[in-house]
Structures are given as C-alpha cells and as structure tokens.
C-alpha cells in the first residue's frame, strides 16, 4: 500500500488533564523527507474524532446539519 503524505494527517490523543501540558508542544512526523500536519479533529468514515476521544465535535456537525 502506497502512502499519501498529503492526505495523511497526526494527531495526538490526550486526555483532558494531560492536553493543557502539552498544548505548547507539537508532534512532528515526517514520511518521505514530507512532514504531516497536525489536526486537533479528524473525519473518519463517517464519524468525527477529535485528539481527547470525546464526541462533541461529532455531535456539533450532527446537529448542525438538522
């Protein structure tokens, strides 16, 4: 299987406690000498997670779209 680094995004799941410590610090990975970008929330069939594994997000769209 061939790797989009375009398409391809991190993201660093936390939980609440630990993501203020770390909101000073980005994660950098790099495939092919191309360096991903880092999302807080990300849409993955169908359903939105975000980096603490909650649902809000997901729910926010949900009704946004009644």
Do not use: P, W
């Not at 660093?12 to 000498?33: G, I, S, Y």
């Amino acid at each position: 299987m061939i790797l989009n680094e375009t398409k391809t995004k991190s993201m660093l799941v936390t939980d609440k406690r630990l993501a203020k410590k770390m909101e000073q610090f980005t994660l950098q990975l790099h495939v092919n000498f191309t360096e991903l970008g880092q999302v807080s929330s990300h849409k993955l069939l169908g359903l939105t997670i975000d980096s603490q594994l909650t649902f809000e997000q997901h729910v926010e769209n949900l009704c946004a779209k009644l």
